[in-house]
């Protein structure tokens, strides 16, 4: 237990301090946007999954660093197939979370926001992030289907479902966003939810993963959180897609990352209403946040439309709503 408390407080204090430095070093070579939902729109920087990220391997390693030198001989143990679950659950999140940078690093000349990618490549690039987890065969082949019960689809797994799980999730979590606090709030939410869950039932390598993230996550919120110093750009968003799927995979708990992730499968219904054009953040007016649009093509357009509510509110709701489903996960 100690070694854990440990590598968290190692964790927490990796993001805290390079999330500071990075700031400052994303303004010196003009990484920023336009923060859409403020006065005036002041620049901010971008990209703050870097240090998320960093923060996230500093807590892994430090951990497998104690386990390795001082070893134990219960609770998790860090045999050969323990170090390949975790070791290929970094690098997933790791090539996951460049992906999301690239598509970071190139700024319209209107600072408005990141234009790296083009929409086919994100899916396209993503997948290559699923290939540790193929190579060393993670996760359960016997899967339960609606009507059919429990097969075991074999091969099909590793070779079809996780590349579906990685693409998917990476893209999802990525709909929605644009407001200050809301990806890292929501996130810290399903991710804690989803890491008690393993723990629960003794999946503790995807508990280890999640508790590494979700301490990340809460030192990158005092940042994150409105008015945001940082905003997380797709490098945190693929991050946390990232990181869904691979706690999930690791630990043979899709069926609770599915539940979790609700929020997400109807945005990315909403968003197709709209070919994926549409913005999730509104405008600013008197102090409230208004919609741009007249129908509704995200979850945040349910608030934005009424013209009643801050930013800071809206964000609340939806950390509120995210509890609210991923408290599912005990009853399905």
Not at 157 to 181: D, H, R, S
Not at 283 to 307: A, C, M, V
């Amino acid at each position: 237990m100690k070694e854990i408390i440990i590598s968290a407080i190692i964790c927490f204090l990796v993001v805290f301090w390079l999330t500071s430095w990075l700031i400052r070093y994303l303004r010196k070579i003009d990484l920023v946007v336009q923060d859409q939902n403020k006065e005036g729109k002041p620049l901010v920087p971008i990209s703050g999954g870097l240090a998320v990220v960093a923060g996230f391997f500093a807590g892994l390693l430090t951990f497998i660093f104690i386990r390795t030198f001082f070893p134990v001989i219960d609770g998790l143990i860090l045999n050969d197939l323990n170090l390949n679950y975790i070791f290929a659950g970094m690098l997933s999140i790791l090539i996951i979370t460049i992906v999301g940078f690239v598509d970071d690093l190139v700024i319209k000349k209107t600072k408005e926001s990141s234009i790296g990618l083009k929409q086919w490549q994100k899916p396209l690039l993503t997948l290559s992030a699923a290939i540790p987890l193929i190579a060393i065969m993670v996760g359960e082949t016997t899967m339960t289907f609606p009507i059919i019960g429990r097969i075991n689809i074999g091969v099909l797994y590793p070779l079809l479902f996780i590349p579906i799980g990685v693409v998917g999730a990476a893209n999802m979590v990525n709909l929605l966003g644009g407001l200050n606090g809301l990806e890292t709030g929501m996130g810290i939410v399903y991710i804690g939810i989803l890491g008690l869950y393993a723990y629960t039932n003794e999946r503790y390598i995807a508990a280890l993963i999640a508790l590494m993230v979700f301490v990340s996550l809460i030192a990158f919120f005092y940042y994150n959180k409105y008015p945001a110093k940082i905003l997380p750009g797709d490098s945190l968003t693929y991050f946390l897609g990232g990181s869904l799927v691979v706690i999930a995979i690791v630990g043979d708990i899709e069926r609770a990352a599915i539940v979790l992730a609700i929020p997400f499968f109807i945005e990315f219904i909403l968003k197709a209403r709209s070919k994926f054009k549409a913005d999730s953040f509104g405008y600013y007016k008197e102090g409230k946040l208004h919609s741009k649009y007249d129908k509704i093509y995200s979850l945040t357009h349910l608030f934005l439309r009424t013209g009643k509510f801050t930013e800071k509110q809206i964000v609340w709701f939806f950390i509120i709503i995210e509890l609210i489903i991923s408290s599912m996960v005990w009853f399905v």
